[in-house]
């Protein structure tokens, strides 16, 4: 019976018209505690982060915050957004304001980017989506954004196929997901070491996501000022955020 409630509630937040930038729940999945934060790209300002017009490195939520200021904005939800290098620079592909800084890996490779298959987040003007690599170096569509992570959590509806439901890697995880209509991404971070396939199964099985994407474990952070989060730490990479 939890678990038919917690879709019911998912479901129910997945339509829900939002009233700032990003809309965050506190949840608990089969024991693990979740922060979902789901944002309308109808109306909401949704951007990917990584460093200033002059090239100095954000790298931390609170300076994407100063950023925002800047505009008149407030920086309502912000999360680690993809892997990156030692120097922060992103793995894959990584679009930012139209112009692309990184290229597209689609090869396999170590560690859990190269765990094919991978994907790219991608915000169009007009809509947003998990988009498999492979699927996307076919289409390629005009991101204005875009940050390339791995593995792909969910794939049309099914799990990565090398996830084990017994596996014993837990860390804390981060992901997105997006909904079939490309309307709305429910970006997520598990509170507590969670395996691969617990964590997409939540994007499957709960949030109903047909795709879904990992951004990263064990350095996951949030920036969630209405819910009195605002993590901080080592420096990162890729950020996405939401303005009000």
């Not at 939002?18 to 693990?32: D, F, I, L, R, S």
Request: aromatic share 10%; hydrophobic share 40%; with cysteine.
């Amino acid at each position: 019976m939890k678990r038919i409630w917690l879709s019911i509630a998912a479901i129910a937040f997945l339509g829900a018209s939002n009233v700032h930038a990003a809309e965050c729940q506190k949840t608990e999945w089969e024991g693990v505690p979740m922060i979902a934060c789901e944002v309308d790209v109808s109306t909401a300002d949704l951007r990917l982060f990584h460093s200033t017009d002059q090239g100095k490195l954000l790298g931390q939520f609170s300076a994407v915050n100063e950023l925002a200021k800047t505009e008149g904005k407030s920086l309502t939800f912000a999360m680690n957004a993809g892997m990156y290098h030692k120097d922060r620079a992103p793995v894959g592909l990584y679009v930012e304001k139209g112009e692309e800084q990184a290229r597209l890996v689609t090869n396999k490779g170590p560690g859990n980017f190269g765990l094919l298959p991978n994907g790219v987040f991608c915000i169009q003007p007009d809509r947003v989506d998990v988009i498999e690599s492979r699927t996307f170096a076919r289409s390629r569509p005009n991101c204005e954004f875009a940050s390339q992570s791995g593995p792909m959590l969910v794939i049309n509806g099914a799990l990565h196929p090398r996830f084990l439901e017994n596996s014993t890697s837990l860390y804390t995880r981060n992901g997105v997901g997006t909904s079939r209509d490309g309307k709305k991404a429910v970006f997520v971070i598990a509170d507590a070491p969670v395996n691969f396939h617990r964590f997409a199964r939540y994007f499957r099985d709960v949030l109903k996501t047909p795709n879904a994407l990992y951004f990263d474990g064990n350095i996951s952070k949030l920036w969630w000022p209405a819910g009195r989060r605002r993590d901080f730490g080592f420096t990162m990479g890729p950020i996405v955020g939401a303005f009000e």
